[in-house]
C-alpha cells in the first residue's frame, strides 16, 4: 500500500473568529488551532500544510515537535491554496491524499480512519457526513415553506483522494469555483463515496467556538505522580529539570542522573497508566548509560500525544541541601517547558530541604517529586 498524505489548509484569515489573529493559530487549551490539527494526523506519512504568505513564523511556533514537511504557501483562495498544497506534495509520491479544514482540530482517530479505509477499499473520492436533523425553512416572501430533509447531508473534512487524480483534476479546473474539493472531484467524473462524519469534528468560525471547542476537547484529565533519587559521586557538576548545575560532586546514575526530569517522567507515565522510566529506559541497556533525560521526558510526552491528548500541567519538587536551587528555577521551568512544548505558565519546579534529616539532609544526595496532569480525549 502507497503513501497516505494529510494536507491541511491553513492559508485563511479566519476573521469571524476573532482574536486579531488567523483562527488556526489562536490559542486553544493552550496550543494554536493548528496544532491540534496537525497532531489528529500524526499517523499519516506525510502532512503537508499551506499557510499564507505571512504567517512563516506562526506556523514554525505551531509546528514544534510536529513531524510535518516544509510548508507550502497559498494561493488567493482555498482552491489554489489545495492545489499548491497537491503540487508540493506530488514530489514525495503519495497514493493517497486527506484534505483537512486547519480549523477543524477535532478529527478523531476513527474519523480519519474510515475515510482511509474507505480509500484503501477502492474508493476515488471519499467524504464524511452527517444527516441534516434540524428543520429546514426557505423564507418566501412574509411566510417560510418547509424544505424537505430527505436526502440531506452537511459534508466535513478530511475528504479523502486518490492523489493522482485529484492533482489531475484540480490542474484541469483551474479558475474555476467549487464549494470544497469532492466537488472538483465529481466534476472531474469520479465516483464520489460517503463515511460517516463525527459531531465532534467541527469548524470553527465563529467567537464561541473556541469554548466549545476547549470543551470537546477536554475529554478526562488524569493526575500521576513520580519520585525519584541519586546519591552524590565524585564530579562538579550535576543535571537538575534540564539543567546543568555547577557542584562540588555530581549525581550517580546510568543516564544523567537528572532526578527532576525522572520523576517527572514517571509522573507522565502515571498518569497514562503506561508502567515507569525503568520499562522504558531499563537500566541494564547500554544505550541509555549516560544519556541526557530530556530524551526520556520527550518519550513520555510523545506517548500521550500519540494517544490523542496533552500534558497540561508539570508540578517538580526538588529535595536537597545543595545547589541551592533558586537561582535556577526560572530556567530549569523554560527548559522543561521547552522539552514538552508547553508554555511556561504550565509548568512549575520548587525546592525544599528536610532541615538536616534524612540522607537529603546528610547530603547524601538528591531526590525529586512530580505531579503531572495530562488530558485524554473523552
Known amino acids: ?71 507550502a504557501t497559498g494561493g488567493p483562495n482555498r482552491q489554489e491554496s489545495v492545489r499548491l498544497g497537491l503540487e508540493a506534495l506530488s514530489a514525495h509520491g503519495p497514493e493517497f491524499v486527506l484534505i483537512h479544514d486547519a480549523a477543524r482540530p477535532l478529527a478523531s482517530p476513527a474519523l480519519i480512519g474510515r475515510v482511509t479505509d474507505a480509500l484503501k477499499n477502492g474508493a476515488e473520492a471519499v467524504v464524511p457526513v452527517l444527516p441534516v436533523t434540524d428543520a429546514l425553512k426557505r423564507v418566501e416572501g412574509d411566510g417560510l415553506a418547509a424544505v424537505s430533509r430527505d436526502g440531506l447531508y452537511r459534508a466535513q473534512t478530511p475528504q479523502g483522494f486518490r492523489f493522482d487524480a485529484i492533482l489531475a483534476a484540480h490542474r484541469a479546473q483551474r479558475g474555476r469555483e467549487a464549494v470544497d474539493d469532492i466537488a472538483i472531484a465529481e466534476n472531474a467524473g469520479m465516483k464520489i463515496a460517503t463515511v460517516a462524519g463525527d459531531e465532534r469534528n467541527m469548524k470553527i468560525t465563529a467567537p464561541e467556538d473556541f469554548a466549545l471547542a476547549e470543551s470537546l476537547l477536554n475529554g478526562h484529565s488524569r493526575t500521576g505522580m513520580g519520585f525519584d533519587a541519586h546519591r552524590f559521586g565524585p564530579g562538579d557538576h550535576v543535571w537538575l529539570c534540564g539543567l546543568k548545575i555547577p557542584h562540588s560532586a555530581g549525581l550517580i546514575g546510568h543516564s544523567d542522573a537528572d532526578a527532576g526530569l525522572h520523576a517527572l517522567t514517571d509522573a507522565i507515565l502515571g498518569a497514562l497508566g503506561d508502567g515507569d522510566i525503568g520499562q522504558h529506559f531499563p537500566p541494564t541497556d547500554e544505550r541509555w548509560r549516560g544519556a541526557s533525560s530530556d530524551k526520556f521526558l520527550k518519550h513520555a510526552s510523545d506517548l500521550v500525544s500519540q494517544a490523542g491528548g496533552s500534558v497540561v500541567h508539570c508540578d517538580v519538587t526538588l529535595i536537597c541541601e545543595a545547589p541551592k536551587i533558586g537561582p535556577h528555577r526560572e530556567k530549569m521551568r523554560a527548559r522543561v517547558a521547552e522539552i514538552l512544548g508547553l508554555d511556561i505558565s504550565r509548568i512549575s519546579v520548587k525546592a525544599t530541604t528536610t532541615e538536616g534529616m534524612g540522607f537529603t539532609g546528610r547530603r547524601e544526595g538528591i531526590a525529586a517529586q512530580a505531579v503531572a496532569t495530562i488530558r485524554l480525549p473523552a
Open 1 to 71: 500500500m502507497g503513501k497516505i498524505a494529510a494536507l491541511i489548509v491553513a492559508g485563511g484569515r479566519g476573521e469571524r473568529a476573532g482574536g486579531g489573529v488567523a483562527k488556526q493559530y489562536r490559542a486553544l487549551l493552550g496550543k494554536p488551532v493548528l496544532a491540534w490539527t496537525m497532531a489528529a494526523f500524526r499517523q499519516a506519512d506525510l502532512v503537508q500544510v499551506v499557510i499564507g504568505a505571512a504567517d512563516g513564523e506562526a506556523f514554525a511556533a505551531a509546528a514544534v515537535r510536529q513531524k510535518v514537511l516544509p510548508p
